[in-house]
Protein backbone atom coordinates (compact mmCIF):
# COMPACT_ATOMS: atom_id res chain seq x y z
CA UNK A 1 0.00 0.00 0.00
CA UNK A 2 1.45 3.49 -0.97
CA UNK A 3 2.37 5.92 2.06
CA UNK A 4 2.33 9.36 1.75
CA UNK A 5 5.41 11.22 1.60
CA UNK A 6 4.98 12.79 5.19
CA UNK A 7 4.40 9.85 6.90
CA UNK A 8 7.10 7.93 4.87
CA UNK A 9 9.52 10.82 5.52
CA UNK A 10 8.84 11.04 9.29
CA UNK A 11 11.77 12.37 11.42
CA UNK A 12 13.28 8.83 13.52
CA UNK A 13 15.34 10.84 16.12
CA UNK A 14 15.69 14.65 17.68
CA UNK A 15 18.58 15.15 15.03
CA UNK A 16 16.44 14.65 11.88
CA UNK A 17 13.96 16.77 13.44
CA UNK A 18 14.08 20.08 11.01
CA UNK A 19 14.21 23.88 12.25
CA UNK A 20 13.62 23.10 15.83
CA UNK A 21 16.75 22.80 17.57
CA UNK A 22 16.21 24.54 20.85
CA UNK A 23 13.59 22.18 21.30
CA UNK A 24 15.22 19.10 20.56
CA UNK A 25 18.73 20.02 22.10
CA UNK A 26 16.95 20.70 25.60
CA UNK A 27 14.93 17.30 25.42
CA UNK A 28 18.21 15.69 24.40
CA UNK A 29 19.82 16.95 27.20
CA UNK A 30 17.01 16.21 29.90
CA UNK A 31 16.91 12.59 28.49
CA UNK A 32 21.12 12.19 28.91
CA UNK A 33 21.21 14.04 32.53
CA UNK A 34 17.73 11.87 33.49
CA UNK A 35 16.05 15.01 34.57
CA UNK A 36 12.73 14.40 32.45
CA UNK A 37 9.47 16.20 33.56
CA UNK A 38 6.12 14.40 33.99
CA UNK A 39 4.76 16.45 31.57
CA UNK A 40 5.21 18.32 28.64
CA UNK A 41 3.23 20.96 26.38
CA UNK A 42 4.26 21.27 22.71
CA UNK A 43 3.10 24.29 21.04
CA UNK A 44 2.85 25.96 17.40
CA UNK A 45 1.39 26.01 14.25
CA UNK A 46 0.18 22.81 12.24
CA UNK A 47 2.84 20.77 10.24
CA UNK A 48 5.63 21.91 12.90
CA UNK A 49 7.18 18.53 14.39
CA UNK A 50 4.91 18.88 17.62
CA UNK A 51 3.30 14.88 17.27
CA UNK A 52 7.13 13.88 15.66
CA UNK A 53 8.99 14.87 18.30
CA UNK A 54 6.12 13.54 20.92
CA UNK A 55 6.62 9.89 19.63
CA UNK A 56 10.17 10.23 19.58
CA UNK A 57 10.09 11.25 23.15
CA UNK A 58 7.87 8.15 23.64
CA UNK A 59 11.08 5.78 22.55
CA UNK A 60 13.41 7.56 23.87
CA UNK A 61 12.41 7.37 27.24
CA UNK A 62 11.92 3.56 26.80
CA UNK A 63 14.96 2.33 24.38
CA UNK A 64 16.67 -0.11 25.83
CA UNK A 65 20.32 1.27 23.82
CA UNK A 66 19.76 5.40 23.63
CA UNK A 67 22.30 6.93 21.28
CA UNK A 68 23.24 10.24 22.59
CA UNK A 69 19.89 10.89 23.86
CA UNK A 70 18.73 9.87 20.61
CA UNK A 71 16.43 6.66 20.20
CA UNK A 72 17.98 3.44 18.44
CA UNK A 73 14.98 1.90 16.33
CA UNK A 74 16.25 -1.03 16.66
CA UNK A 75 15.62 -2.35 20.22
CA UNK A 76 12.29 -4.18 20.91
CA UNK A 77 10.73 -1.22 22.07
CA UNK A 78 10.92 1.26 19.65
CA UNK A 79 10.19 -1.17 16.91
CA UNK A 80 6.86 -2.03 18.74
CA UNK A 81 6.12 1.80 19.41
CA UNK A 82 7.00 2.92 15.67
CA UNK A 83 4.85 -0.56 14.98
CA UNK A 84 1.36 0.95 16.99
CA UNK A 85 1.73 -2.14 18.46
CA UNK A 86 3.41 -1.37 22.05
CA UNK A 87 -0.21 -1.12 24.38
CA UNK A 88 1.90 1.25 27.07
CA UNK A 89 2.23 4.08 24.80
CA UNK A 90 -0.84 5.69 23.77
CA UNK A 91 -1.80 8.58 21.19
CA UNK A 92 -5.31 10.01 22.13
CA UNK A 93 -7.59 12.48 19.57
CA UNK A 94 -8.47 14.88 22.03
CA UNK A 95 -11.18 16.33 19.12
CA UNK A 96 -12.85 12.85 19.57
CA UNK A 97 -12.74 11.77 23.27
CA UNK A 98 -12.91 15.20 24.64
CA UNK A 99 -15.20 14.15 27.36
CA UNK A 100 -15.51 13.88 30.87
CA UNK A 101 -15.56 10.06 30.65
CA UNK A 102 -12.74 9.34 28.52
CA UNK A 103 -10.56 11.24 30.74
CA UNK A 104 -11.53 9.46 33.79
CA UNK A 105 -11.40 5.92 31.61
CA UNK A 106 -7.49 7.57 31.05
CA UNK A 107 -6.97 8.24 34.83
CA UNK A 108 -7.94 4.83 35.95
CA UNK A 109 -6.03 2.77 33.45
CA UNK A 110 -2.64 5.50 34.17
CA UNK A 111 -2.57 4.15 37.61
CA UNK A 112 -1.59 0.28 36.63
CA UNK A 113 2.17 0.10 35.76
CA UNK A 114 3.58 -0.70 32.37
CA UNK A 115 3.37 -4.13 30.70
CA UNK A 116 5.96 -4.25 27.91
CA UNK A 117 8.42 -0.69 28.41
CA UNK A 118 9.77 0.93 31.21
CA UNK A 119 7.46 4.18 31.19
CA UNK A 120 3.43 4.74 30.00
CA UNK A 121 2.98 7.31 27.85
CA UNK A 122 0.36 9.41 26.97
CA UNK A 123 0.45 11.65 23.82
CA UNK A 124 -2.81 13.86 23.98
CA UNK A 125 -2.96 15.65 20.36
CA UNK A 126 -5.20 18.95 20.10
CA UNK A 127 -5.33 18.93 23.93
CA UNK A 128 -7.24 21.92 23.65
CA UNK A 129 -10.33 20.30 22.58
CA UNK A 130 -10.87 18.70 25.83
CA UNK A 131 -14.04 20.11 27.72
CA UNK A 132 -13.85 22.16 30.98
CA UNK A 133 -14.98 19.10 32.61
CA UNK A 134 -12.42 16.92 31.34
CA UNK A 135 -9.52 19.61 31.86
CA UNK A 136 -10.99 19.57 35.42
CA UNK A 137 -10.90 15.88 35.60
CA UNK A 138 -6.94 15.55 34.05
CA UNK A 139 -5.62 17.97 36.61
CA UNK A 140 -4.73 16.05 39.63
CA UNK A 141 -2.98 13.18 37.99
CA UNK A 142 -1.01 15.46 35.56
CA UNK A 143 0.35 17.23 39.17
CA UNK A 144 1.44 14.12 40.47
CA UNK A 145 1.63 11.30 38.01
CA UNK A 146 2.75 7.91 39.31
CA UNK A 147 6.49 7.68 38.48
CA UNK A 148 6.16 5.19 35.40
CA UNK A 149 3.65 7.58 33.90
CA UNK A 150 4.79 10.60 31.56
CA UNK A 151 2.14 13.11 29.77
CA UNK A 152 2.81 14.80 26.50
CA UNK A 153 0.47 17.42 25.15
CA UNK A 154 0.29 19.12 21.92
CA UNK A 155 -1.97 22.04 20.83
CA UNK A 156 -2.23 24.07 18.25
CA UNK A 157 -4.33 26.94 20.27
CA UNK A 158 -2.33 27.52 23.06
CA UNK A 159 -4.75 30.64 24.32
CA UNK A 160 -7.51 27.68 24.86
CA UNK A 161 -5.47 25.42 27.26
CA UNK A 162 -6.67 26.38 30.78
CA UNK A 163 -3.85 28.17 33.07
CA UNK A 164 -4.34 25.27 35.55
CA UNK A 165 -3.27 22.48 32.87
CA UNK A 166 -0.01 25.13 31.64
CA UNK A 167 1.40 25.49 35.15
CA UNK A 168 1.83 21.71 35.80
CA UNK A 169 3.42 21.12 32.46
CA UNK A 170 7.10 22.04 30.74
CA UNK A 171 6.38 23.96 27.65
CA UNK A 172 7.89 23.98 24.81
CA UNK A 173 6.52 26.72 21.50
CA UNK A 174 7.93 24.82 18.30
CA UNK A 175 8.66 27.84 15.68
CA UNK A 176 7.05 28.38 12.08
CA UNK A 177 9.70 27.22 9.72
CA UNK A 178 10.88 29.25 6.62
CA UNK A 179 10.59 28.90 3.27
CA UNK A 180 13.63 28.30 2.91
CA UNK A 181 13.54 25.46 5.24
CA UNK A 182 10.90 23.87 3.95
CA UNK A 183 12.51 24.48 0.57
CA UNK A 184 15.27 22.51 1.95
CA UNK A 185 13.14 19.51 2.87
CA UNK A 186 11.41 19.41 -0.30
CA UNK A 187 14.44 19.04 -1.89
CA UNK A 188 15.57 16.33 0.02
CA UNK A 189 12.44 14.08 -0.41
CA UNK A 190 12.43 14.59 -4.12
CA UNK A 191 16.14 13.56 -4.24
CA UNK A 192 15.39 10.32 -1.98
CA UNK A 193 12.47 9.47 -4.08
CA UNK A 194 14.39 10.30 -7.73
CA UNK A 195 12.22 13.30 -8.42
CA UNK A 196 14.34 15.78 -10.59
CA UNK A 197 12.21 19.56 -9.26
CA UNK A 198 12.86 23.12 -10.48
CA UNK A 199 14.13 25.85 -8.12
CA UNK A 200 11.27 27.69 -9.26
CA UNK A 201 8.64 24.77 -8.76
CA UNK A 202 10.60 24.48 -4.91
CA UNK A 203 10.34 28.10 -4.41
CA UNK A 204 6.28 27.93 -5.14
CA UNK A 205 5.47 24.73 -3.10
CA UNK A 206 7.44 26.21 0.30
CA UNK A 207 5.36 29.31 -0.36
CA UNK A 208 2.33 27.51 -0.79
CA UNK A 209 3.07 25.23 2.59
CA UNK A 210 2.74 28.74 4.73
CA UNK A 211 5.37 27.57 7.43
CA UNK A 212 4.07 23.52 7.33
CA UNK A 213 6.35 20.98 6.87
CA UNK A 214 3.67 18.27 6.25
CA UNK A 215 1.71 20.67 3.57
CA UNK A 216 4.81 21.31 1.58
CA UNK A 217 5.59 17.15 1.49
CA UNK A 218 1.74 16.68 0.51
CA UNK A 219 2.16 19.24 -1.90
CA UNK A 220 5.12 17.59 -3.37
CA UNK A 221 2.78 14.24 -3.43
CA UNK A 222 0.42 15.58 -5.40
CA UNK A 223 2.42 16.95 -8.15
CA UNK A 224 4.28 13.60 -8.54
CA UNK A 225 2.72 11.37 -10.71
CA UNK A 226 3.23 7.67 -11.71
CA UNK A 227 4.63 8.01 -14.84
CA UNK A 228 6.77 11.56 -14.60
CA UNK A 229 9.41 11.84 -12.36
CA UNK A 230 10.03 15.43 -12.82
CA UNK A 231 8.41 18.87 -11.18
CA UNK A 232 8.42 22.11 -12.92
CA UNK A 233 6.17 25.35 -12.17
CA UNK A 234 4.36 24.74 -14.79
CA UNK A 235 2.89 21.55 -13.62
CA UNK A 236 2.62 22.68 -10.37
CA UNK A 237 0.40 25.44 -11.61
CA UNK A 238 -1.74 22.73 -13.62
CA UNK A 239 -1.47 20.30 -10.68
CA UNK A 240 -2.82 22.60 -7.74
CA UNK A 241 -5.08 25.27 -9.68
CA UNK A 242 -3.28 28.00 -9.06
CA UNK A 243 -2.79 31.33 -11.36
CA UNK A 244 0.90 31.72 -11.58
CA UNK A 245 3.16 34.41 -10.93
CA UNK A 246 2.75 35.97 -14.47
CA UNK A 247 -1.33 35.87 -14.37
CA UNK A 248 -1.58 37.29 -10.80
CA UNK A 249 0.82 40.50 -11.78
CA UNK A 250 -1.53 40.98 -15.14
CA UNK A 251 -5.00 40.95 -12.62
CA UNK A 252 -3.19 43.72 -10.55
CA UNK A 253 -2.58 45.38 -13.12
CA UNK A 254 -5.44 45.47 -14.79
CA UNK A 255 -7.18 46.01 -11.24
CA UNK A 256 -4.71 49.41 -10.88
CA UNK A 257 -5.49 50.60 -14.45
CA UNK A 258 -8.54 50.45 -13.50
CA UNK A 259 -9.25 48.28 -16.73
CA UNK A 260 -12.84 46.19 -15.47
CA UNK A 261 -12.78 44.72 -19.19
CA UNK A 262 -8.98 43.13 -19.13
CA UNK A 263 -9.46 41.71 -15.54
CA UNK A 264 -12.88 40.26 -16.42
CA UNK A 265 -11.36 38.95 -19.29
CA UNK A 266 -8.29 37.37 -17.77
CA UNK A 267 -10.51 35.54 -15.38
CA UNK A 268 -12.90 34.50 -17.57
CA UNK A 269 -10.17 32.56 -19.14
CA UNK A 270 -7.60 31.17 -16.18
CA UNK A 271 -11.59 30.11 -15.10
CA UNK A 272 -12.11 28.13 -18.22
CA UNK A 273 -8.47 26.43 -17.79
CA UNK A 274 -9.67 24.79 -14.28
CA UNK A 275 -8.11 27.48 -12.21
CA UNK A 276 -9.45 27.40 -8.49
CA UNK A 277 -11.42 30.77 -7.90
CA UNK A 278 -10.75 30.46 -4.64
CA UNK A 279 -6.64 29.98 -5.29
CA UNK A 280 -7.17 32.97 -7.63
CA UNK A 281 -8.09 35.41 -5.32
CA UNK A 282 -5.78 34.06 -2.85
CA UNK A 283 -2.68 35.00 -4.82
CA UNK A 284 -4.62 38.45 -5.42
CA UNK A 285 -4.47 38.95 -1.71
CA UNK A 286 -0.96 37.62 -1.23
CA UNK A 287 0.30 40.17 -3.98
CA UNK A 288 -1.95 42.72 -2.45
CA UNK A 289 0.08 42.62 0.98
CA UNK A 290 3.33 42.25 -0.75
CA UNK A 291 3.48 45.28 -2.57
CA UNK A 292 1.47 47.10 0.78
CA UNK A 293 5.13 45.60 2.81
CA UNK A 294 6.78 46.87 -0.10
CA UNK A 295 5.41 50.69 0.03
CA UNK A 296 5.62 50.78 4.18
CA UNK A 297 8.83 49.55 4.51
CA UNK A 298 11.09 48.96 1.15
CA UNK A 299 14.04 48.17 2.88
CA UNK A 300 13.09 45.51 4.89
CA UNK A 301 9.97 44.46 2.98
CA UNK A 302 12.43 42.57 0.51
CA UNK A 303 13.00 39.88 2.71
CA UNK A 304 9.35 39.47 3.32
CA UNK A 305 7.70 38.94 0.65
CA UNK A 306 5.65 35.61 -0.26
CA UNK A 307 6.69 34.99 -3.43
CA UNK A 308 3.39 34.85 -5.16
CA UNK A 309 4.98 37.64 -7.47
CA UNK A 310 8.75 37.66 -8.89
CA UNK A 311 10.59 40.93 -7.37
CA UNK A 312 11.02 42.71 -10.56
CA UNK A 313 7.33 42.17 -11.05
CA UNK A 314 6.06 43.25 -7.90
CA UNK A 315 8.75 46.94 -8.23
CA UNK A 316 6.39 47.45 -11.56
CA UNK A 317 3.31 47.37 -10.08
CA UNK A 318 4.36 49.51 -6.76
CA UNK A 319 3.88 53.02 -8.37
CA UNK A 320 0.71 52.18 -9.51
CA UNK A 321 -0.97 51.88 -6.50
CA UNK A 322 -1.13 53.61 -3.48
CA UNK A 323 -0.94 51.96 0.16
CA UNK A 324 -4.92 52.82 0.62
CA UNK A 325 -5.77 51.36 -2.41
CA UNK A 326 -3.96 48.05 -1.71
CA UNK A 327 -5.69 48.17 2.07
CA UNK A 328 -9.17 48.16 0.15
CA UNK A 329 -8.16 45.55 -2.59
CA UNK A 330 -7.06 43.39 0.44
CA UNK A 331 -10.26 43.93 2.38
CA UNK A 332 -12.97 43.15 -0.31
CA UNK A 333 -10.57 39.92 -1.49
CA UNK A 334 -10.62 38.74 1.70
CA UNK A 335 -14.30 39.33 2.42
CA UNK A 336 -15.26 37.57 -1.00
CA UNK A 337 -12.86 34.39 0.27
CA UNK A 338 -15.12 34.93 3.22
CA UNK A 339 -18.12 34.38 2.00
CA UNK A 340 -17.57 31.24 -0.46
CA UNK A 341 -18.34 28.82 2.35
CA UNK A 342 -22.07 30.18 2.21
CA UNK A 343 -21.92 31.58 -1.37
CA UNK A 344 -24.53 29.77 -3.92
CA UNK A 345 -22.00 30.87 -6.96
CA UNK A 346 -18.20 31.49 -6.50
CA UNK A 347 -18.00 32.50 -10.26
CA UNK A 348 -20.35 35.34 -9.23
CA UNK A 349 -19.12 36.21 -6.11
CA UNK A 350 -15.40 36.41 -8.02
CA UNK A 351 -16.56 38.76 -11.00
CA UNK A 352 -18.18 41.05 -8.46
CA UNK A 353 -15.42 41.43 -6.68
CA UNK A 354 -12.91 42.12 -9.57
CA UNK A 355 -15.58 44.96 -10.36
CA UNK A 356 -15.49 46.39 -7.43
CA UNK A 357 -11.69 46.33 -7.25
CA UNK A 358 -11.68 47.73 -10.52
CA UNK A 359 -14.11 50.56 -10.17
CA UNK A 360 -13.71 52.50 -6.67
CA UNK A 361 -16.46 54.90 -7.45
CA UNK A 362 -19.16 52.83 -7.51
CA UNK A 363 -18.53 52.51 -3.45
CA UNK A 364 -19.24 55.23 -1.29
CA UNK A 365 -17.88 53.52 2.04
CA UNK A 366 -14.71 55.37 3.86
CA UNK A 367 -12.29 52.90 2.67
CA UNK A 368 -12.96 53.15 -0.99
CA UNK A 369 -13.23 57.35 -0.88
CA UNK A 370 -9.88 57.27 0.85
CA UNK A 371 -8.14 54.95 -1.91
CA UNK A 372 -10.02 57.71 -4.81
CA UNK A 373 -8.34 61.25 -2.22
CA UNK A 374 -4.95 59.08 -1.94
CA UNK A 375 -4.55 58.67 -5.72
CA UNK A 376 -5.82 62.30 -6.51
CA UNK A 377 -2.89 63.74 -3.79
CA UNK A 378 -0.35 61.39 -5.36
CA UNK A 379 -0.91 62.87 -8.42
CA UNK A 380 -1.06 66.69 -7.43
CA UNK A 381 2.13 66.16 -5.78
CA UNK A 382 4.04 64.67 -8.65
CA UNK A 383 2.66 67.86 -10.59
CA UNK A 384 0.22 65.52 -13.04
CA UNK A 385 -2.51 68.43 -12.17
CA UNK A 386 -0.49 71.37 -12.78
CA UNK A 387 1.16 70.19 -16.13
CA UNK A 388 -1.86 69.22 -17.68
CA UNK A 389 -3.29 73.37 -16.72
CA UNK A 390 -0.42 74.92 -18.14
CA UNK A 391 -1.16 72.79 -21.16
CA UNK A 392 -4.74 73.90 -21.35
CA UNK A 393 -4.21 77.48 -20.90
CA UNK A 394 -1.71 77.31 -24.02
CA UNK A 395 -3.77 75.68 -25.84
CA UNK A 396 -6.91 78.29 -25.31
CA UNK A 397 -4.67 80.87 -25.99
CA UNK A 398 -2.64 79.92 -28.95
CA UNK A 399 -4.09 81.52 -32.35
CA UNK A 400 -6.42 79.39 -34.73
CA UNK A 401 -5.03 78.17 -37.81
CA UNK A 402 -6.11 79.97 -41.23
CA UNK A 403 -8.87 78.79 -43.23
CA UNK A 404 -8.07 79.73 -46.38
CA UNK A 405 -5.33 78.16 -48.22
CA UNK A 406 -4.33 81.11 -50.14
CA UNK A 407 -3.10 83.53 -47.14
CA UNK A 408 0.22 84.40 -45.65
CA UNK A 409 1.27 81.65 -42.82
CA UNK A 410 2.28 83.62 -39.94
CA UNK A 411 5.23 84.81 -39.14
CA UNK A 412 6.90 82.82 -36.62
CA UNK A 413 8.31 84.83 -33.12
CA UNK A 414 9.80 83.83 -30.29
CA UNK A 415 7.53 84.24 -27.32
CA UNK A 416 7.46 87.19 -24.94
CA UNK A 417 8.25 86.93 -21.92
CA UNK A 418 5.61 87.62 -19.32
CA UNK A 419 4.49 90.76 -18.29
CA UNK A 420 5.40 91.29 -14.30
CA UNK A 421 2.80 92.07 -11.86
CA UNK A 422 0.37 89.72 -13.99
CA UNK A 423 -0.66 86.05 -11.32
CA UNK A 424 0.36 83.14 -13.74
CA UNK A 425 0.21 80.89 -10.68
CA UNK A 426 -1.36 77.06 -11.76
CA UNK A 427 -4.30 76.02 -10.56
CA UNK A 428 -3.81 74.05 -6.94
CA UNK A 429 0.13 75.10 -7.16
CA UNK A 430 -0.03 77.24 -3.85
CA UNK A 431 -1.89 74.55 -2.07
CA UNK A 432 0.69 72.09 -2.82
CA UNK A 433 3.67 74.29 -2.04
CA UNK A 434 2.07 75.50 1.36
CA UNK A 435 1.76 71.73 2.27
CA UNK A 436 5.49 70.83 1.71
CA UNK A 437 6.79 73.74 3.30
CA UNK A 438 4.80 73.02 6.11
CA UNK A 439 6.20 69.80 6.27
CA UNK A 440 9.87 71.97 6.71
CA UNK A 441 9.10 74.38 8.91
CA UNK A 442 8.22 74.54 12.91
CA UNK A 443 6.03 76.38 14.68
CA UNK A 444 5.22 79.45 14.84
CA UNK A 445 7.38 79.97 11.29
CA UNK A 446 5.05 77.09 9.99
CA UNK A 447 2.12 79.38 10.90
CA UNK A 448 2.56 82.04 7.97
CA UNK A 449 1.72 79.51 5.62
CA UNK A 450 -1.59 78.75 4.70
CA UNK A 451 -4.32 77.75 1.52
CA UNK A 452 -6.90 80.07 3.44
CA UNK A 453 -7.02 83.19 1.76
CA UNK A 454 -7.04 85.02 5.20
CA UNK A 455 -3.33 83.14 5.79
CA UNK A 456 -0.26 86.02 6.48
CA UNK A 457 1.59 85.01 3.38
CA UNK A 458 0.00 84.70 0.01
CA UNK A 459 1.92 83.61 -3.25
CA UNK A 460 1.55 83.90 -7.08
CA UNK A 461 3.63 83.49 -10.05
CA UNK A 462 4.81 86.71 -12.11
CA UNK A 463 6.82 85.57 -15.16
CA UNK A 464 9.31 83.71 -13.58
CA UNK A 465 9.24 85.10 -9.96
CA UNK A 466 7.47 83.51 -7.13
CA UNK A 467 6.14 86.34 -5.02
CA UNK A 468 5.71 86.06 -1.84
CA UNK A 469 3.28 88.67 -0.11
CA UNK A 470 3.37 89.49 3.27
CA UNK A 471 0.48 90.70 5.36
CA UNK A 472 2.43 93.48 7.50
CA UNK A 473 6.09 94.48 7.61
CA UNK A 474 6.56 91.92 10.67
CA UNK A 475 5.97 89.33 8.36
CA UNK A 476 8.03 90.33 5.58
CA UNK A 477 11.16 90.33 8.27
CA UNK A 478 9.81 86.74 9.21
CA UNK A 479 9.79 85.46 6.06
CA UNK A 480 12.22 87.49 3.97
CA UNK A 481 15.32 85.41 4.74
CA UNK A 482 17.88 83.73 2.51
CA UNK A 483 18.00 80.06 4.00
CA UNK A 484 14.17 80.10 3.47
CA UNK A 485 13.51 81.65 0.46
CA UNK A 486 15.89 79.25 -0.88
CA UNK A 487 14.09 76.39 0.43
CA UNK A 488 10.62 77.82 -1.04
CA UNK A 489 12.24 77.76 -4.54
CA UNK A 490 13.78 74.22 -4.44
CA UNK A 491 9.65 73.05 -3.31
CA UNK A 492 8.09 74.98 -6.05
CA UNK A 493 10.68 73.98 -8.70
CA UNK A 494 9.85 70.34 -7.85
CA UNK A 495 5.98 71.01 -8.54
CA UNK A 496 7.00 73.35 -11.93
CA UNK A 497 9.48 71.35 -13.27
CA UNK A 498 11.34 74.76 -14.05
CA UNK A 499 13.24 77.26 -12.06
CA UNK A 500 12.33 80.14 -10.44
CA UNK A 501 13.39 83.30 -8.44
CA UNK A 502 11.47 83.73 -4.95
CA UNK A 503 11.11 87.06 -3.24
CA UNK A 504 9.20 88.43 -0.41
CA UNK A 505 6.73 91.91 -0.27
CA UNK A 506 4.71 93.62 2.18
CA UNK A 507 1.85 93.70 -0.04
CA UNK A 508 0.32 96.92 2.72
CA UNK A 509 3.13 99.39 1.21
CA UNK A 510 1.76 101.94 -0.77
CA UNK A 511 3.42 103.72 -4.23
CA UNK A 512 6.48 105.66 -3.99
CA UNK A 513 5.89 108.81 -1.90
CA UNK A 514 6.31 112.23 -4.24
CA UNK A 515 10.12 113.80 -2.64
CA UNK A 516 8.69 117.37 -3.41
CA UNK A 517 5.13 116.68 -0.87
CA UNK A 518 7.58 114.95 1.66
CA UNK A 519 9.76 118.28 1.48
CA UNK A 520 6.64 120.75 1.62
CA UNK A 521 5.43 118.44 4.70
CA UNK A 522 8.58 118.83 6.58
CA UNK A 523 9.14 122.76 5.91
CA UNK A 524 5.37 122.94 7.43
CA UNK A 525 6.21 120.97 10.57
CA UNK A 526 9.26 123.28 10.92
CA UNK A 527 7.13 126.34 10.48
CA UNK A 528 4.31 125.68 12.64
CA UNK A 529 4.37 129.19 14.23
CA UNK A 530 3.79 131.05 11.00
CA UNK A 531 1.22 128.81 9.11
CA UNK A 532 -1.90 128.22 11.15
CA UNK A 533 -4.43 126.28 10.10
CA UNK A 534 -8.32 127.52 10.61
Not at 489 to 503: C, D, E, P
Amino acid sequence: MYQALYRKYRPQTFDDVAGQQAVTRTLKAQLLSGKLSHAYLFTGSRGTGKTSCAKILAKAVNCLAPEDGNPCNRCAACRSIDEGSCMDVLEIDAASNNGVDNVRDLRDDAVYTPSQVKTRVYIIDEVHMLSISAFNALLKIIEEPPEHLLFILATTELHKVPATILSRCQRFAFRRPGAEEIGERIEYVACQEGVTIEPEAVRILARLADGAFRDGLNLLDQCISGVERSVTAERVYQCLGIAGQKQTAAMMEAIAKRDTAAALALFNRLYAEGKDIAAMLDELCALSRDLLILKTAPKAGIAMLSGVCSESEAMGLLEQLSPPELIRIAGIVQQTLAGFTRSASRRVDAELCLVNLCEPSMQMDAQSLNARLTRLEEKIASGQFVTQAVKQDLEEEAPPPWDDEDAPPAPVEEPAPAAQGVNQTPVGFWTELVARIRAELRPPLSGFFAASPNAPVQGEIQGSTLVLLCANGFTLDMVNKPELLAMIGQKAQAILGSTVAVKAVDRQAGPAKNNNMEQLLAFGKAHNDIIKIK
